[in-house]
Nanobody, 120 residues
Framework: QLQASGGGLVQAGGSLRLSCVAS????????IGWFRQAPGKEREGVGC????????YYVDSVRGRFTIFSDIAKNTVTLQMNSLKPEDTAVYYC???????????????WGQGTLVTVSS
């Protein structure tokens, strides 16, 4: 089971930190991805981390602003979002797959989303 949290309302230029906590899943050798879905739009990948290869990947629109890091001991992956823009407004989801390849679109386990709203 995955639980994403940390969403909320923030002004443009501000920061938020999202957390993804796993219960009953092992992060250590997994790929963990972050996705988002804005109203009326398709889901898109934001970035991912491979805990096995210790690699991260970000889409161009967030690279340099967002950072993904893991705390394997706590089975937690964090998405640090800085310099937020109104176009970052979306429901954010985390996902886990035991195949530690990143980036990827297919994940075995998905968490419920957390809403991020960035006001202009």
């Amino acid at each position: 089971q995955l639980q994403a949290s940390g969403g909320g309302l923030v002004q443009a230029g501000g920061s938020l930190r999202l957390s993804c906590v796993a219960s009953g899943l092992i992060f250590e050798n997994s790929a963990i991805g972050w996705f988002r879905q804005a109203p009326g739009k398709e889901r898109e990948g934001v970035g991912c981390i491979s805990n096995h290869y210790r690699e991260t990947y970000y889409v161009d629109s967030v690279r340099g602003r967002f950072t993904i890091f893991s705390d394997i001991a706590k089975n937690t992956v964090t998405l640090q979002m800085n310099s937020l823009k109104p176009e970052d407004t979306a429901v954010y989801y985390c996902a886990v797959d035991p195949l530690p390849v990143c980036p990827r679109n297919e994940y075995d386990y998905w968490g419920q989303g957390t809403l991020v709203t960035v006001s202009s």
